[in-house]
T-cell receptor, first 110, second 116 residues
Framework: TQLLEQSPQFLSIQEGENLTVYCNSS?????LQWYRQEPGEGPVLLVT?????EVKKLKRLTFQFGDARKDSSLHITAAQPGDTGLYLC??????????FGTGTRLTVIP | ETGVTQTPRHLVMGMTNKKSLKCEQH?????MYWYKQSAKKPLELMFV???????ENNSVPSRFSPECPNSSHLFLHLHTLQPEDSALYLC???????????????FGDGTRLSIL
């Protein structure tokens, strides 16, 4: 059973465009984390959202946690080539067990 | 040296070989994790250790054997692996699992394992 589905799976856009990545589940999570993984490296935490409806901004990245704490979105404004990577959402349940999503592989073309 | 360090970065082995993956963290954390990352699959949690004690074994085959001698070091001993075990193996650490589920996990850069 796949707890967290991310969409789209792959996304290729031109520099300067906006995009949104979705992370959906039928399960409730106590918090949700977003990571970015670049080729040859491990995932790096971008943000943690905890409260239903919470919105967090990190420069050009905006993260939202759904009201029911079952889903989340990541919006990138004016994408840059440095945003290229694999974006992973991860829902927390229980004692720090993270359930990772299927991932969205983003390519930003200069 | 800071962060989470994994060695080796790449490993090619035959199905009858025995090898070990090493993970070391310099963050003062007490929880350590092994994950498997395969193409087209989400990260799969394999093992969790908290204060050197194994707290989770996610139905991992016995050909994978973890060892945690102290809170800073984690090993994954490999024996008689199968071709489908080829993947990126990631180690992570966090403060400790008793502090709740919101704490971040810090990942190493992984060991790319290929089974011939």
């Amino acid at each position: 059973t796949q707890l967290l589905e991310q969409s789209p799976q792959f996304l290729s856009i031109q520099e300067g465009e906006n995009l949104t990545v979705y992370c959906n589940s039928s399960s409730v999570f106590s918090s949700l984390q977003w990571y970015r993984q670049e080729p040859g490296e491990g995932p790096v935490l971008l943000v943690t959202v905890v409260t239903g409806g919470e919105v967090k901004k990190l420069k050009r990245l905006t993260f939202q946690f759904g009201d029911a704490r079952k889903d989340s979105s990541l919006h990138i404004t004016a994408a840059q080539p440095g945003d290229t990577g694999l974006y992973l959402c991860a829902g927390a349940r229980g004692a720090n067990n993270l359930f990772f999503g299927t991932g969205t592989r983003l390519t930003v073309i200069p | 040296e800071t962060g989470v360090t994994q060695t080796p970065r790449h490993l090619v082995m035959g199905m009858t070989n025995k090898k070990s993956l090493k993970c070391e963290q310099h963050l003062g954390h007490n929880a350590m994790y092994w994950y498997k990352q395969s193409a087209k699959k989400p990260l799969e949690l394999m093992f969790v250790y908290n204060f050197k004690e194994q707290t989770e074994n996610n139905s991992v085959p016995s050909r994978f054997s973890p060892e945690c001698p102290n809170s800073s070091h984690l090993f994954l001993h490999l024996h008689t692996l199968q071709p489908e075990d080829s993947a990126l193996y990631l180690c992570a650490s966090s403060q400790d699992i008793g502090r709740g589920s919101n704490q971040p996990q810090h990942f190493g850069d992984g060991t790319r394992l290929s089974i011939l």
